[in-house]
Structure formats: C-alpha cells, structure tokens
C-alpha cells in the first residue's frame, strides 16, 4: 500500500495533466510555471471563491479548509475537505448563511478524531468541532460575546483547545488575547492579556510535544508582528522571530523542532513561507513568489510537505487558492 506522501506526489502529478486537458489550463498551469520555487496548486476554488487556511488530517491523506464564497476573507464561509488520492473536495460544514473558520496547524487531533473551527452560527463566534463525515457538529463555548472566540488549535491527547479572543474592534487598535478551554467547554482560562499588556496576540498553535504553545504578537497598530512560545500557563514566554517584519500564521513541524510562518522578512514586496528553529535563528526562506502573497502555512504529518494560501498581490478581494511544496532535506537543521 502507498504511503499517504506517495500518494500526494502522484495527486500533484495528476493535477498537472488534468489542468493540461482541461479548458482553463493555461491560466491555471501559468500559476506553477512562474513560480521559482517549484510549488503546486492543490485546488481551484469555483468562481470568486476564495481557498484558505489548508490543515492536514493525522493520517495525511486529507487537507480540511476554509472557503469564503465571496473573495479573500469574504464569508460566508464553510469548511471542506480535499482528498489528496482523488483530488476530490467535498463540503463539510452546510451551506448556510455563515463564517465557519478553521486556522491552520493543529486544527485536527488525531485522538478524537475532530476538527475544531470558530462559527458564529448562533450569533457570537464561539469554538465548534465536527466530525469528518459531518456528524457530531457541537458547540464547544457558549457565550455572549465580545469576546469572540476564534483561530482554535488542539492540544495533541485532545483534552484542551487553545484559542484566540477578539475584543471585536477594527483591526489597527485590536489588543487579542489567548485562552485555553477544556473540549467538553469547562476550566476557561485566560493565558495572555492583551488589553492589559499592551498587546495584540492571536493565532495560536499548540506543540506536538503538548509542552508549549505558539502564537503571534505585535504592539496594536504595527505592522511588526513577531512569533512567541510559552508553557501551557502562559509562563516562560520565549520570542522566536526578532526582526521588524510581519511574522504571522505559525504553527510546528511534526517533531516540535521548527516552526513555519508567512513573513515579509528581509524586506519582501509580499510576504512568503519561512521556516525557523523553535528557539530562534536565521529564517530560512522556502517559497520564493514575488507578486503572490503566501500565506496560513501547515506542515504534513511526515515533515515533507507544506501546505499553503497564496493570492495575487496584497488585494484583499483577490481570490486564494491552496499549494504544496516540498521540504527541502535538512532544513530546520540550517536554521539553527
């Protein structure tokens, strides 16, 4: 029986001769041919539809996404499936009049078998999870918010969700903080406070080991964003990335030894994929597209893949659609 990573080479082969038969393959099969970096298109999402925030099952045969029906960012939303044998994408979520939104990472355990998403399907964005068949759609949190409750991630034996909570104001004078909640909603705990420090934290990411947690952080207002860990507590907190860019949508490589993010570093027009060791270093660059913006990484199962957003430019109404690349051998052992 092939492996699930033979199996996504032979998907990312067949794609390419299937968007040479088809009727929009020029287009479609530019998008890789421009790319100095040899990544490739997984979907097209339909229409103005945009493609985001690309998770990978614990056996690595799936990806669960985001799609906003009506451009970058643009609900409503639902989450779908994308099989990497077939190349199939099946919906998840029902088609409703609603944001339901995964983050990228650790979005789903393989103990319980769940993934967990932020909706606002009854009226404030709380924490939800489902099965991948679609059963067992349940509310996790239950509140009236601001806060809303959102980016959720797994702890890897199931027991505990790390989350974001927005206080809901415009995005330059955003202050979020990070929480913890158990899965069944008890012992809600507050690890950050972004009010209170000055802060804007979000998008965090639990480690493989269950040891720390990651997340982003940046004075509100700035554009310099900068990746932090910290014990489950919210102790011992530890800055990864030092320079003044945007470090943003972290999450681990499967042995909990590197963290990949999407960053301008180094000054880049858009922003693409680095790879850092956990305790710091030198940035090591694995997408290499100037006009695209590359973005929301996941890392697969066996460390060999990364999955990835990428829309043209910094137009936030342009469309995006999910890539794969490959893990340069060795490259968690240069950033250190």
Same mark, same amino acid.
């Given at each position: 029986m092939q492996n699930w990573s033979s199996k996504l080479v032979l998907f990312i082969t067949a794609a390419i001769l299937a968007l040479a038969a088809c009727g929009d393959s020029e287009a479609a099969l530019s998008d890789s041919a421009n790319r100095a970096d040899?990544?490739?298109?997984?979907?097209?999402?339909?229409?103005?539809?945009?493609?985001?925030n690309p998770a990978f099952s614990p056996d690595?045969?799936?990806?669960?996404?985001?799609?906003?029906e009506n451009g970058y960012n643009h609900g409503p939303a639902g989450l779908f499936l994308l099989d990497l044998?077939?190349?199939q994408v099946t919906r998840l979520t029902p088609a409703e009049d609603q944001d339901n939104v *995964?983050?990228?990472?650790?979005?789903?355990?393989?103990? *319980?078998?769940?993934?967990?998403?932020?909706?606002?399907?009854?009226?404030?964005?709380?924490?939800?999870?489902i099965a991948p068949d679609g059963s067992d759609f349940s509310r996790t949190t239950s509140h009236r918010g601001p806060p809303w409750y959102i980016e959720p991630s797994w702890s890897p034996d199931g027991q505990w969700i790390v989350f974001e909570a927005d206080r809901g104001r415009p995005d330059d004078r955003q202050q979020g903080s990070i929480w913890k909640v158990r899965a069944d909603g008890?012992?809600?705990?507050?690890?950050?406070?972004?009010?209170?420090?000055?802060?804007?934290?979000r998008q965090p990411n639990w480690s493989p080991a269950g040891d720390r947690i990651l997340f982003q952080r940046r004075v509100p207002g700035s554009e310099d964003w900068n990746i932090f860990t910290m014990t489950l507590d919210g102790s011992d907190l530890q800055q990864v990335t030092t320079d003044s860019s945007s470090d943003t949508d972290a999450s681990w490589s499967p042995d909990g030894t590197c963290i990949v993010f999407s960053s301008d570093f180094g000054s880049l027009e858009v922003p693409n994929i680095f790879v850092i060791a956990v305790n710091g270093g030198y940035p090591i660059q694995i997408t290499f597209f100037d006009t695209n913006e590359d973005g929301a990484p996941s890392w697969s199962p066996d460390g060999q893949w990364i999955v990835f957003e990428s829309h043209a430019g910094q137009d936030e109404s342009s469309p995006s659609s999910l890539w794969s690349i490959a893990v340069p051998e060795g490259t968690c052992a240069n950033t250190k």
């Open positions: 040899s990544a490739i298109r997984l979907a097209m999402p339909p229409g103005a539809a945009s493609d985001q690595g045969t799936r990806l669960v996404f985001t799609r906003f044998d077939s190349g *995964n983050l990228p990472g650790a979005a789903w355990n393989g103990i *319980n078998g769940w993934i967990v998403f932020a909706s606002d399907r009854a009226g404030s964005d709380d924490l939800w999870r008890s012992d809600l705990t507050q690890l950050t406070n972004g009010p209170g420090g000055g802060t804007d934290d």
